[in-house]
Every structure is written in C-alpha cells, then in structure tokens.
C-alpha cells in the first residue's frame, strides 16, 4: 500500500457563521490526478486553498507528505503552525489561480525565477536556465523579457503554471484555471495541463467545470455538494454512471 | 536679488522632501504592523500633524519647543525643515499604507503558494508595486513641499519670499513686479516637478494589479 | 522658571477665542468663493478654442503650484500698486481673494473630474431627447456630476480651513495672530501655540471623521471603489 501525499482527516471550516465544509476526508497518492466538480458555493476552492495555507481549517487536520500542515507539535501537545512551520511544509504543493496573480512589475522570465533564487537559494544562472526550459516548455520561449500586461488571458494563465512548475512541487493545486478565459483560449491552456499530468511524478489536484477534461484527465473524480464529497470515483463513474439526482443534475447543466 | 535665495528655497526643499518620504515610509509601515502601540503612537503623530497647520506647528516648532523642552532645535533651517518634513510624512504616511494595501490581494496569495516568507513577499512583491501607486502623489506632494517652503521666511530664513519682502519694502512702488517676479521663480522651480509627477503618472499607469 | 502655566493657558484661551470667529468666517467666505471662482475655470477650459484652453490651463497651473503665502502678500501689498486697476483691500478682503483663487483651481478640477465622471450616454440621452443646452447642464449634468464630488469638496472645506492662519501675516485678526500678540505682549509663545493647535485638531478631527463617513456613503452609492487617498492634499 502506498503512503497517501494528502490526506484530509474530518476538516471543517465556517466562514463566519456559514459553514462551507462539512467533514472532509481524502487520500491522494502520489502522482495521482483528482478532479473536483460541484456547483458554486459548494467549498471546492475552500479545499484547495487550505492545502495551500491561505485559508485555515475550523478543524481536522491536513496531511502532506507525513507532515500535519495547519498544526505544530509544541512542548509534547498540538498548536496551530506559525508562519515558520508553514514555510517548512507548504514547499511541496504549488498552485495556479483563477485570476493568474502574475506579478505585474516582472518581465515573465522574472516571474519564474524569483521564487527559485529567493525562496529556494538557486544560483541565478540555474534557476534562469531552469526557467527559460519551462517557458519554452509551455510554448512561450519568445516572449521571456514581456511583461504580464503585453499577454493573452492563455499566455498568462500558462506563465502562472511554468511559474509553478519551476518549484518542482510534489502536489500541483489548479483553481478553475479557465474561468477568467475566453472560450477560445481554454484549449491552448488545458493543452499544456495534460502535458504536465502525462509526465506523471506530480499528483494534481483540479477544481474545474470543463468536464469532458476531467473525464480524459482525472484518475479520480469528486464530486462536493453543500459541503461534503457526495459522490467519488473514477471519472467514468462519477461523470457517465452515477445514479446520485443532484450529481445527474449538476451534470446536465453542462452537457445540454 | 531674489537668486540670493535660491539657495534657502531649493536646499529646504531638497531636505524636508527626503525626510518628509522617509517619515512618510516609517510612518505609513508601521501604521501596517502588528504591534498595537506602535500603530496607535504612529496614527497619533499623524491626526496630530494633519489635523493642524503647518503654519502653526511651525511657530510650535519655532517658539513653543524652545521654551518647553528648553533646547533650540539647531537653526532655524532646520526648525524649516523639520516643521515641514513631519507635516508631510504625516500625509504622505497616508499614501504609503493606503498604497500597500490596495496592492490586490491575489498578488499575496501568488506569493504565498512559491513559499516566499512575510519578508520577501513584502520586499519582492507588494512594495515594488505599492511604490509604483505612490508616486504620482509623491510628485503632487513634491510640489506642496516647494510651496511650504516659502513659511520659512515667516522665521528669519533668508528665502525667495524674503529677499521679495526686502525688495518691496526699500521701494513700495515695485511691489507688483517684485511679487510677480517671486512667483515666476517659484513656478520656474515647480515646472520640472509637474513635469515629474506627469512622468510618474505614466510609470505608475504599468506594473500594477491593484483591486 | 516655569514652564507651563495653566494661569497663562486660562488668560489666553479667553483672548484667544475672541479670533475665532474671524478665522471660522474668513474659511467659510474664501471656500464660498473658491466654490464658485471654480465654476468659472470648468468652464472657461471647457469653450473647445484650442489656445485659449492651453492658456487657460497654465494659468491654474501656475496659481496652483506657486505658494499662496506669496499670492497673498502680492494681493495685499501689491495690488493697490497697479496702475489702473489696483485699489487697497482690507486685509480680510486680500486673504478671501487670495486663497480664494489659489483654492479655486483645485475646486475647478474638482467639478471637472465630476463632469468627466458622467457616462457618455447620459450626454447623447440629453441631445436625443432635445434638451437645450441650458437644460442639459441644469437637469442633467450637473446633478449627476457634483453629488459624487461632495466629499471631495468636503475635504478642501478642511484644507482650506488649515490655510486661513496664513493671513495672520497680513493681519487678519484670527487664531493664530491672537495667539502671536499674546505671545509677543507676554513673551510666552507655548500656551498660546497651544492652544491654537488644540482649537485646530478639535475641529478638524471630528470633520474629516465625518466626510470619511459620507465618502464612504457616496462611494457605496455611486458604486465606485474607494479613493487610494481621500485626503488629496492642496496645503502649503
């Protein structure tokens, strides 16, 4: 048996009074890809942001890579991280957003190389070299020196994932990376996301609505409705053969 | 004449602007922090300074500080400077928080997820385009502090208005033409400083997510 | 010696309130005139001849970014020095037009940022339902443009009252100048300066706290994103 890269144990989290996820548990393997559908509202974004430390759980608790995420062992019993510990566990879990969140101020090729000169202590040339393969890699060698403004919604959403990649995270976390695109440009990105996920070394984790995408991607689907995983398999069974009403509901919205 | 004091208007300028941003930095930082005196002291310095004239803390400066601490506070250049440096920070404060946080909040986030720590995300992310926001104002307020400066005539300092005064009062007759030549001056010295803060706007307009 | 004195602060308090009244007069007569001095700018840059909206332009330019102190002494000392034109002012009089101007031109750009604030629409709505041009600005424009601009106006209200103790160089009897002769007749600056400062903050504190409100208001009214910096400065 396989030790699961994350695992959820019970997580709960309420914004306020609203409560947006109610006991979650998951395993993912290592090298695993996971799609997570749901209408809006349902807390899929919420899952992927605690794994990613912007968002802290009310309760439960977040395994990665055998390391508790949100909590610290301190003078024999559990406190929640500080800054110090999430430094030490969030390095192996990389993220693309909706929006991009490319730094504006920074020509693409800059983009890519800060986190590895900074955060990871890369000498210059290196993470240069390392970086400019990545763009290439994504298709977007000739534009290095551009700055994020002079791109595509596609272009950029593809700089966000090399920008990623760089960091050679063992858990990738993409957060509707289409949403915010035209409807022509979805293809070129999706394109590159099926690359990265045939290299196969990295589990990936994609909340998304392009569904035919997730079926051709996913080794797992999981579909979360009002705050718990209603429905979770293999996406021919979640998406062709399930029988759950409000899953056969939820897809219909999208295949009419 | 008036070149005389050249010299007093462009050197108190140059100095209660350096030191009028370097409060404006302190300041607007540390009404950021997470130490609650130290947010409490700093938005006390600043409704005190934007809450009153300059002019009068000015004259606090020059004639109050004196007698209640006993100390001069070395000439009367630097009573200028000051007066008109804290007056500033106190607004420019203002601009430099106002700035940091409008730098949008995904930008953070983006940070976070490539694990730079609080210190690099603020040092490589949020303050290059925070800086970016500022100064536009920056040069609005460059232009403010050039007009502050001519105050210090009203403290024996020997500037542009000063000299205007001396000219006006050995031949009241001049008068229209002597303060009509000391404005020219003073808009001969803001021209470039429009033309700065007309640049700014430009590099301000590229590089910036804000919300 | 001592230093403090609650005796000297009592004595000029009550000396001191006396120029109150000035000051708070002097803010409301020279904001009254910049209010409508500043129509007069929108609408000159507004007549669509090219040099004269370029002359006009670096007029405001150059009153705005020369020191008021100076455009006061020039009014005060100087004007009644002019041939044909000139004529004393009281002191009153030079500080309502001097900071009046000067203020003006910040107020002009004011409307204009309101103006332009306008959805183009609103401008073809008016001409397609034949509005005369009087009409247009009175039922149209202008009661879209100025409610917006409110707080805007709010805070040069505050600006401008921080600016008046400058004609206390030419003489205007307000806060600061009591303050001066007391200090002068007493050679006691501390408690005066004081209290002037006090007076200052007292006011102007609970103002700004208010327009921050309504700017808040108007902002979730209006829909638009909250200001970087409400508190544009025009202080010299």
Known sequence: MIEPIVTFNDVHKSFGDVKVLKGIDLDIKPAEKVAIIGPSGSGKTTIIRMLMTLEQPTSGDIIVDGKNLWKMEKKGSMVDANEKHLRNVRGDIGMVFQHFNLFPHMTILENCMTAPIHVKNEDKSTAKQRSIEMLEKVGLG?????????????????????RALVMRPKVMLFDEVTSALDPELVGEVLEVIRDIAKEGEMAMILVTHEMDFALDVADKVLFLDEGVIAEQGTASEVIEHSTNERLQSFLHRFRS | MLAQGLTITISVLIASAFFGYLFAFIAGLCRLSKNVILRKFTGFYVEIFRGTSLIVQLF?????????????LGSNWWVGVIAIALNYGAYMSEIVRGSILAVAKGQT??????????????????????????????????????????????????????????????????????????????????????????????????????? | MNIWSWDVFADAFLVIVQGLGITLGLTIACYLFALIFGFFWTFLRRIPFKPLHWVITWIMEFIRSTPPLVQLFFIFYAWPMVPVVGMTLDPFTSAILGLGIHFSTYIGEVYRSGIDGVDKGQWEAARALNFSTRQKWTKIILPQAIPPTIPMLGNYLIIMFKEVPLASTIGVAGILHMANSYGAQYWTYLEPLTIVAILFLVMSYPSALLINKLEKKMNRRFDKKEALNSSKGATA
């Open chain 1, 142 to 162: 000739d534009k290095l020196d551009n700055y994020p403004s002079q791109l595509s919604g596609g272009q950029k959403q593809r700089v966000a994932m090399a």
């Open chain 2, 109 to 211: 986030e983006a940070a976070t997820a490539l694990n730079m720590s609080r210190f690099q995300r603020m040092r490589l992310v949020i303050f290059p385009q925070a800086v970016r926001m500022m100064l536009p104002e920056f040069g609005n307020y460059l232009i403010q502090m050039l007009k502050a400066t001519s105050l210090v005539s009203l403290i024996g300092m020997h500037d542009i208005l000063y000299y205007g005064d001396i000219l006006r009062s050995s031949n009241l007759s001049q008068a229209p033409t002597v303060y009509l030549l000391v404005l020219v001056f003073y808009f001969i010295l803001a021209l470039p400083l429009i033309f700065l803060t007309r640049k700014m706007e430009d590099i301000s307009k590229k590089g910036v997510a804000s919300q």
């Open chain 2, 60 to 72: 606090w400066l020059y004639y109050a500080v004196p007698m209640l601490f006993g100390i001069e």
